[in-house]
């Protein structure tokens, strides 16, 4: 049952297709910042392979490397921390989109 679950998640993922990084900011984000694809899995709810597709789908797309083992660590490239920067303005600017609407809605005003 728990590999079926799973299965899905990963499917989900891959018919995403293109744009990984648009529709994924948080699974990169939470790699860069936890330094491991296993951590970021747990913290998000997702399988390590998941969020390893994610990543190598996304290094394909991008085609560079954007993380490397280090001493038992993922660590950003240059590349990496360019998309880093992306990915958190991404996060950043859906934050500032939901709570503008959600202010919206509580005025009533019906617009």
Known sequence: M??????TKIEKIRMEGRGLL???????????EEGSMTKAALRLGLSQPAISYVIK????????????REKGRMVLTQKGMIVKAGAQQLVDDMAMLFNSV??????????
Do not use: H
């Not at 728990?2 to 299965?7: K, T």
């Open 102 to 111: 959600k202010q919206k809605r509580g005025d009533n005003s019906g617009d």
């Open 57 to 68: 789908k996304l290094e394909k797309e991008l085609r560079a490397e954007l993380l490397v």
């Open 22 to 32: 648009t529709n994924n900011p948080f699974i990169f984000l939470a790699v860069a």
């Open 2 to 7: 728990i590999e079926e679950e799973e299965e």
